[in-house]
């Protein structure tokens, strides 16, 4: 089960990130997903498809037909969505929304990531293990107690962008700091919205698995983005031109 302390926020963001290509966002992740306009919009979005035309209307049948184009379509990318009805969507049923939610997240932004025939989750955290190696003071074993003390993802920044966090100033006895810097530069130069509450993953005992895998997700692909623009670019100064 999700726990709803962390996710809402963390998942909101996370839509948002993709919502505002489009212009829009949502508030409230319960409710703003009731009538399936915006649903449908950010899986067109996150997919570059196009959905079958929404229903406009406001009437309850309208907004659970608009909620199974979006269960319909995500069907179609070979997940099961088990126990996911729209009604429950519709209803507002929080608990629903976010076992939808983190559905998308895992097939859209979790399940192509692949490192050494490992994917999803065990590639994603092979990629931390093997960026984060060199670093004094990390070891990521997990996505919960690994990332508390902030340092994994100032080292994951550092690595990939070592002029804008000066790593040897960090301690491990400074974790609101850590997470605030590697919050706050994500933000503002790789485009990374605020996903996770400093103060939440510091005082629970073991912090919302969910949460940061999707906050992490967003590093693997602004980097591996960025590293792939960069090797594209670099063959075509070495590659004659086709005439």
């Known amino acids: 089960m999700l726990r709803s302390h962390v996710s809402p926020n963390t998942f909101t963001a996370w839509c948002n990130s993709h919502l505002r290509k489009a212009g829009t966002s949502i508030e409230n992740i319960e409710d703003d997903f009731r ?45 099961k969505l088990v126990s996911i009805g729209a009604e429950e969507i519709v209803d507002g049923n929080l608990k629903m929304t976010l076992g939808m939610i983190w559905t998308i997240i895992l097939r859209f932004a979790i399940q192509d990531i692949s490192v050494e025939e490992m994917t999803a989750k065990e590639g994603l955290l092979l990629w931390c293990q093997r960026k984060t190696a060199p670093y004094k003071n990390v070891n990521v074993q997990n996505f919960h107690l690994s990332f508390k003390d902030g340092l994994a993802f100032c080292a994951l ?25 590697a919050f706050d530069v994500a933000e503002k130069y790789l485009d990374i919205p605020r996903m996770l509450d400093p103060d939440d993953l510091i005082n629970t005992p073991k912090p919302d698995e969910r949460a940061i895998m999707t906050y992490v997700s967003c590093y693997y692909h602004a980097f591996q ?17 086709k005439k």
């Open 35 to 79: 009538n399936g306009l915006k649903l449908m919009l950010l899986l067109e979005v996150i997919s570059g498809e196009t959905l079958p035309k929404p229903d406009r209307g406001k009437m309850r049948f309208h907004k659970i037909a608009n909620v199974n184009k979006a269960l319909d379509f995500i069907a179609s990318k070979g997940v």
């Open 225 to 241: 983005g960025a590293q792939q623009v960069g090797y594209e670019s670099s063959l075509r100064l070495i590659l004659p031109a």
């Open 157 to 181: 920044i550092h690595r990939h962008r070592p002029d804008l966090i000066d790593y040897s100033k960090l301690s491990k006895d400074n974790p609101l700091e850590n997470l605030n810097t």
